[in-house]
């Protein structure tokens, strides 16, 4: 047998209510010599989980500067990005 370590995977109505909890605020917890992350289904923790988002968001912004090249103050670009997200998806 190696010395890797296998992954443990609980749902989070088990470790949201134990010592676990404060992982949520870090991302990770060290009990005893182990160390749990919290991570989603495809076993991204929630650091590439936030790169991702924040990826996401700037990509959309840039995109919504793309398609509205006329909005030239934050009063014009605030409004019309209410206008954009009242817009039924496609």
Same mark, same amino acid.
């Given at each position: 047998?190696?010395? &890797?370590?296998?992954?443990? !995977?609980?749902s989070e109505s088990?470790?949201?209510?134990?010592? #676990?909890?404060? /992982?949520?605020?870090?991302?990770?917890?060290?009990?005893?010599?182990?160390?749990?992350?919290?991570?989603?289904?495809?076993?991204?923790?929630?650091? &590439?989980?936030?790169?991702? !988002?924040?990826?996401?968001g700037r990509d959309?912004?840039?995109? #919504?500067?793309? /398609?509205?090249?006329?909005?030239?103050?934050?009063?014009?670009?605030?409004?019309?990005l209410k206008q954009?997200?009242?817009?039924?998806?496609?």
């Amino acid at each position: 047998m190696n010395n &890797e370590q296998l992954p443990l !995977a609980m749902s989070e109505s088990f470790w949201a209510n134990s010592q #676990f909890s404060i /992982a949520r605020y870090t991302g990770r917890i060290r009990v005893g010599k182990y160390d749990y992350v919290i991570c989603n289904k495809d076993g991204k923790d929630i650091f &590439e989980c936030s790169i991702e !988002a924040e990826k996401a968001g700037r990509d959309g912004f840039l995109h #919504f500067c793309k /398609a509205n090249p006329d909005c030239w103050t934050l009063k014009q670009a605030k409004e019309r990005l209410k206008q954009w997200q009242q817009k039924p998806n496609d």
